[in-house]
């Protein structure tokens, strides 16, 4: 278990900058997403007034990190860019979900703590936007896997209220998803294939899912499911 406080010395871990803070006085202060490490501030000192670390400074690229601890702080010293995914910068809403998938982590995952599931889920993420994957589908699908990792996602398959598998129809509520049966007149409804696509979006692995979401028609769906899903990160507060 990697400590809140890293001991005094040199790191290296592959991650992803979360966010970037630049200060004309200290130069930038980046949130780095790393593996084993979690997110952590890192400060990444101005040299002769330009930024040395190019791209590896901006979010959304994946790079290795080198890492010092000193007492105080912990300073980037190196940075290999690994990935930038530049054609997904040139594509409007893939560009705009995976900006909100970024901001969600930044501000809801622990700090200091190994998250490398979470991680992962990121990664595959932009591989998934990248691929042009419907944007509405792969941000349902993250942000239930980081719901997930916590424990907290709702269930897709079992009634929220009497326990039941969920056949058929099902409706969406506060608490969870309903079945049929106990589901009242005023919920959102959800159809079984509604239900089925959304099930899928969970479950499916990173490889099936490239493929299978690729020939989701448009529908409303996912983005009520997300908006549902995101009410769960404001309950946990
Ligand atoms: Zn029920």
């Not at 080198?66 to 530049?86: G, H, N």
């Not at 995976?98 to 932009?126: F, G, H, I, Q, S």
């Not at 039941?164 to 959102?188: H, V, Y």
């Amino acid at each position: 278990m990697i400590p809140l406080h890293l001991p005094q010395g040199y790191y290296t871990a592959t991650g992803t900058v979360l966010l970037r803070r630049d200060s004309a006085k200290e130069g930038q202060s980046v949130l780095i997403f790393m593996r084993e490490l979690g997110p952590r501030w890192v400060t990444a000192p101005r040299a002769n007034a330009k930024n040395r670390f190019g791209g590896a400074t901006e979010p959304l690229t994946w790079a290795r990190y080198s890492l010092y601890q000193s007492p105080s702080r912990l300073y980037l010293q190196e940075a290999e860019v690994k990935e930038d995914f530049i054609p997904l910068r040139a594509a409007g809403s893939s560009l705009l979900c995976a900006a909100r998938l970024y901001k969600l982590t930044a501000r809801e995952a622990p700090a200091a703590c190994e998250n490398d599931v979470l991680l992962r889920a990121l990664w595959n993420a932009m591989v998934q936007l990248r691929a042009g994957c419907p944007a509405y589908a792969v941000e349902f699908r993250f942000v239930w896997k980081f719901l997930n990792s916590m424990g907290l996602a709702p269930s897709y398959a079992i009634c929220a209220s009497c326990g039941a598998r969920i056949t058929g129809s099902a409706a969406a509520a506060k608490e969870g998803i309903f079945c049929a049966s106990c589901a009242g007149e005023a919920l959102p409804k959800m159809s079984a294939k509604e239900l089925y696509e959304l099930r899928a979006a969970t479950g499916l692995p990173h490889d099936k899912f490239l493929i299978w979401s690729k020939g989701l028609e448009k529908s409303d769906n996912f983005n009520r499911n997300i908006k549902l899903l995101s009410s769960y990160f404001a309950n946990m507060r």
